[in-house]
C-alpha cells in the first residue's frame, strides 16, 4: 500500500492484521500502594506481567531476555518484608523493565531496585542504539503496539512497547539524542530525559560523550516523577507541583532542520499538537509565546555529535567494524574519520565552538523573548514503517530517523531537560487511532517545572 500525503508518498507496506488487545495496567504508584498495603504481592505482580509479556510480546518483540531468577528473588524479598519495611519502599513490586545498555547494578537501576521494583526483563535497542526504529539483525523488529505496521521508535524501542502495551507499567531507558523521548512520542507515553548529572548512569562511550542521560517511562507524568525521584536520590520530585508562578512558554513549531528551508517537514498533526498543548496551557492562565527556537547555524553539528558518539560507544564496547550491521557500520566509520575530533567529546573543537555558539543563541531568544521553557511537537511524523531497516542503507536509515524526529536532538546538545507527553490524535495509514505528542525543554534543573507543565497538559487532555 502506497500512502501520499500532500503529494509526497511516506510509506509503503502492506498493512498488518492488528490481533492485539491492549489493556492498561494499573499505575507504578497504585500497584506500590497496593503492594505496601497488603492487597496484593509483589509476587502475584510479576506473574501478572509474566502473563501478559506471554500473550503479547511474540508479535511486539519488546523484550530480548526475561529475568526469572532476578525478578523472582526481588519480589520474594519486597514479600518477605512486614508492613513497616514495605511502607518504605515507593515502587514495592513494580514490574520494571530494563533497556539493554545498562545492568541491573547500574547506578540508574539499582536505586529502582532498592525502593522494592522487581526486574522482569531487558528490552531491545538497536545496534548501538543509533537509530530512531529499533530492530536488529540479532533480535528482529519491534513493533509500536498502537500499529503493529509502525516502528515503536528507538532507541528505546523495547522499553516504550513494553509500557505502551501493558506489560509493565515502568521502564528505564536512555537518551543520546531522543532515544527515550522518540519511542515515548511514538507509543503514546510519557518520559523524561533529565540533565547532565541528575541521574547518575553508567553508558557506553562515557554516556556517548556526554550527549546521554537514563531516565523512565510510564503512562502518567506521575509515574515518571515518582521513578525520577528514586533515580535521582530526589524524593521531593516525586510531588508534582504548580507550575511555578511567572512561568513563560515559547511554543515553536518551525522544522528544526533547515538549510534555506525546511529540508525536514513538520506533519499537520503535529503542529496541531502543540498547538493544542499551548491553548491548554493558556487555559490555564499561563503565558505562552510564538516564536522560533534556533537550529545551528553549523548544518552538520548533529550528524558529528551523533555519529561519533556511536563511534565511542563502539570502541567502548570492543565491537569491530566486522561485527556492525551495515548501516551502524557506515556511521561509527564516519564518526571515527570525517568527525572524530570533537564530535562528541571535550576541548576546543569545531563542534563544540558550534554547540557553545548554538546554547548563547537559544539563551539569547528566550531572554529576548521572555520564556523560561519551549514547547515544540515530540515527532515531525508517525514512525516509520516496522521493518528490516538494519538491512538497508545507512542513508535510508539515516533518512527515516531523521524524517519523523527532528526536534530532539538539541536538548542533548544542550545538556538541558527535556519531557515527552502526548497531546492530541491522529491516524495512521492503516486506519489506527495514534496519539500525537509535544515536548518540553529547559534550562538546567529545571526538571519540577517541565514535568509541572507535563502534568498540565496530561490533565487538562484526559
Not at 324 to 349: I, K, Q, S, Y
Not at 388 to 394: A, F, I
Not at 402 to 424: H, K, Y
Request: aromatic residues 4%; contains cysteine; hydrophobic residues 45%.
Amino acid at each position: 500500500m502506497l500512502i501520499a500525503v500532500g503529494g509526497q508518498a511516506i510509506v509503503s507496506y502492506a498493512p498488518r492484521t492488528i490481533g492485539l488487545v491492549i489493556t492498561p495496567t494499573p499505575p507504578a504508584s497504585r500497584t506500590a500502594e497496593a503492594v505496601r498495603s497488603g492487597a496484593d504481592t509483589a509476587t502475584g505482580a510479576l506473574d501478572a506481567a509474566l502473563d501478559r509479556i506471554a500473550h503479547l510480546d511474540p508479535a511486539l518483540r519488546a523484550f530480548t531476555t526475561l529475568l526469572g531468577t532476578d525478578g523472582r528473588a526481588a519480589a520474594a524479598a519486597v514479600d518477605a518484608r512486614d508492613a513497616a519495611g514495605r511502607s518504605g519502599l515507593p515502587l514495592a513490586g513494580v514490574p520494571l523493565a530494563v533497556k539493554s545498555t545498562v545492568t541491573l547494578d547500574n547506578p540508574a537501576i539499582a536505586p529502582l531496585l532498592a525502593a522494592g521494583a522487581v526486574p522482569v526483563g531487558i528490552t531491545a535497542a538497536p545496534q548501538l542504539c543509533a537509530w530512531g526504529m529499533t530492530d536488529s539483525e540479532e533480535h528482529g523488529i519491534t513493533r509500536n503496539p498502537l500499529d503493529e505496521n509502525l516502528s515503536a521508535g528507538g532507541s528505546s524501542g523495547g522499553s516504550a512497547a513494553a509500557v505502551a502495551a501493558g506489560m509493565v507499567p515502568l521502564a528505564v531507558g536512555d537518551d543520546g539524542m531522543g532515544s527515550l523521548r522518540i519511542p515515548a512520542a511514538a507509543c503514546g507515553i510519557v518520559t523524561i530525559k533529565p540533565g547532565p548529572g541528575v541521574v547518575p548512569t553508567r553508558l557506553a562511550g562515557d554516556n556517548w560523550g556526554g550527549l546521554a542521560e537514563s531516565g523512565p517511562l510510564a503512562r502518567t507524568v506521575g509515574d515518571v516523577a515518582l521513578a525520577l525521584s528514586v533515580m535521582a536520590g530526589r524524593p521531593e520530585l516525586a510531588s508534582v507541583g504548580a507550575v511555578p508562578g511567572g512561568t513563560r512558554v515559547g511554543l515553536s513549531v518551525m522544522s528544526p532542520i533547515r538549510l534555506g528551508r525546511d529540508l525536514v517537514r513538520v506533519r499537520e498533526p503535529w503542529t496541531r499538537a502543540a498547538r493544542e498543548a499551548a491553548d491548554l496551557l493558556r487555559a490555564r492562565d499561563l503565558v505562552v509565546v510564538d516564536t522560533t527556537l534556533p537550529s545551528p547555524r553549523d548544518p552538520v553539528l548533529y550528524l558529528a555529535r551523533w555519529t561519533s558518539a556511536v563511534a565511542r560507544a563502539a570502541e567502548d564496547e570492543n565491537l569491530p567494524l566486522s561485527a556492525m550491521e551495515r548501516r551502524t557500520r557506515h556511521h561509527a566509520l564516519l564518526g571515527r574519520t570525517a568527525f572524530r575530533n570533537g564530535g562528541a567529546g571535550d576541548g576546543d573543537t569545531r563542534w563544540n565552538r558550534a554547540t557553545e555558539a548554538l546554547r548563547t543563541e537559544v539563551e539569547r531568544t528566550m531572554d529576548t523573548a521572555g520564556v523560561d521553557v519551549w514547547l515544540t511537537p515530540a515527532l515531525a511524523d508517525l514512525p516509520p514503517e516496522a521493518t528490516d531497516w538494519h538491512r538497508r542503507s545507512w542513508g535510508r536509515s539515516l533518512w527515516a530517523s531523521m524524517r519523523f524526529s527532528p526536534f530532539t536532538p538539541l536538548a542533548n546538545v544542550l545538556g538541558w531537560p527535556a519531557v515527552s507527553v502526548p497531546c492530541g490524535r491522529t491516524v495512521s495509514p492503516a486506519g489506527r487511532d495514534m496519539p500525537t505528542s509535544v515536548q518540553l525543554v529547559g534550562r538546567p534543573g529545571s526538571e519540577p517545572t517541565l514535568l509541572s507543565l507535563a502534568a498540565e497538559i496530561e490533565g487538562a487532555g484526559a
